[in-house]
């Protein structure tokens, strides 16, 4: 036994002998249960003692196991998450300014010189109209804060206690461990954003889904017929070796003819791409704002849907008030014109409440039974 070398070891070699001598003692009062298995055998079963004595926990299960040993990875990820949100941001700035350049420079010059008028008039407008969607709505989001419980106040209404940051934790919020901080109303943490979705940033985060993927799909659509020329013209374009070539030679093209097809084909390509991924994701929160969920609310209560199930009960969302309500609650409309002017014009306006209480359907009620 050690006695010097620092407290922390006195302390485990005290709490070691402690531990032997009450495991003697127990064993002296239970000599059958330990069926005299000899000095190995003894000697695990002690080892095994101590290590149940120094690290048991009442609380502890297989789910708290499992995450102590994921612990690393979830630290490198949070991490890594963390690092690359503003590689993301560049990254999403750095393709939506190269669309832009794209469209200015070699779509809408032969929109203007062939288009009818009627067909120039749209799309001056859809094509500003979409942009200027596009831009609000990711500036806003980026750098909208989510929201925060209050850390100064006391009467906070909470359903349970955030045990990283030690603050009351009011209903809907939940911890985001790469913001490192409470969010009010969490969605969840968007690497695309550098930032949390929450309650105050809710709306532009899927405002910007909604008018990215529009503007990709009109992209895609309006540049369809110019993608298919630029295409086949790189694959005629290219020069093959000098005892390959047959005759007729194909049609060359000046330098800056090339670049526009190569520009256009990626333009065509990026905008179908992105239109197929952001489609999916902004459908998948377009059910999650009709049924009044969050996505980290999605994961609870599917659980808490299934054991009422083996219960026999049926789960209700206390935050769903109806389809239709939960849009406008989500775009806080109000009357009929904030259709226009909250959801197809930009706006900065704050949300409905103030993301600590919740106006909920079953307040009256049990919530998670009939
Ligand atoms: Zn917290
Ligand atoms: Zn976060």
Not at 223 to 252: G, K, Q
Not at 329 to 357: A, C, N, Q, Y
Request: aromatic share 12%; with cysteine; net charge positive.
């Amino acid at each position: 036994m050690r006695l010097s070398g620092g407290r922390w070891t006195w302390k485990l070699s005290r709490a070691m002998r402690l531990v032997l001598r009450r495991c003697r003692a127990w064993r002296r009062g239970h000599k059958q249960g330990w069926g005299g298995g000899g000095g190995a055998g003894e000697l695990c079963s002690y080892a095994k003692l101590l290590l149940r004595s120094l690290y048991y926990n009442s609380l502890t299960n297989s789910d708290t196991l499992l995450d102590c040993a994921f612990e690393p990875v979830y630290w490198i990820v949070d991490n890594v998450t963390r690092w690359f949100g503003v590689a993301f941001v560049s990254l999403v700035v750095l393709l939506i300014s190269s669309v832009v350049i794209i469209v200015y420079t070699c779509v809408l010059p032969v929109i203007l010189s062939t288009y009818p008028a009627p067909w120039i008039v749209w799309h001056l407008f859809c094509g500003h109209w979409l942009l200027v969607m596009v831009v609000f709505h990711y500036y806003k989001a980026t750098t909208t804060h989510p929201g925060r419980p209050p850390k100064d106040k006391s009467d906070v209404p909470a359903v349970s206690i955030c045990k990283k940051c030690i603050v009351p934790k009011p209903a809907r919020t939940h911890h985001c461990s790469i913001c490192n901080t409470c969010i009010l109303k969490m969605d969840h943490h968007c690497p695309w954003l550098n930032n949390c979705v929450g309650h105050l940033n809710h709306r532009y985060f899927y405002s910007f889904c909604l008018y990215m993927m529009l503007a990709c799909i009109y992209c895609s659509v309006s540049s369809r017929h110019m993608f298919t020329e630029a295409y086949n013209a790189i694959e005629v374009s290219p020069s093959p070796p000098p005892s390959l070539r047959v005759v007729p030679s194909p049609p060359s093209f000046t330098f800056r003819e090339t670049t526009a097809h190569k520009a256009i084909v990626f333009l065509w390509v990026l905008t179908s791409s992105v239109a197929v991924a952001l489609g999916a994701l902004t459908l998948w929160h377009s059910i999650l704002i009709s049924r009044g969920e969050t996505s980290v609310e999605r994961h609870i209560n599917r659980k808490e849907i299934r054991r009422l199930r083996e219960l026999g009960k049926v789960f209700r969302n206390p935050y769903h008030h109806g389809p239709l309500t939960n849009w406008k609650i989500m775009f806080s409309v109000e009357k009929p014109s904030d259709w226009v002017t909250r959801v197809l014009l930009p706006s900065s306006h704050p949300p409905i409440g103030d993301g600590i209480t919740w106006d909920c359907v079953y307040t009256r009620k049990d919530p998670m039974a009939i």
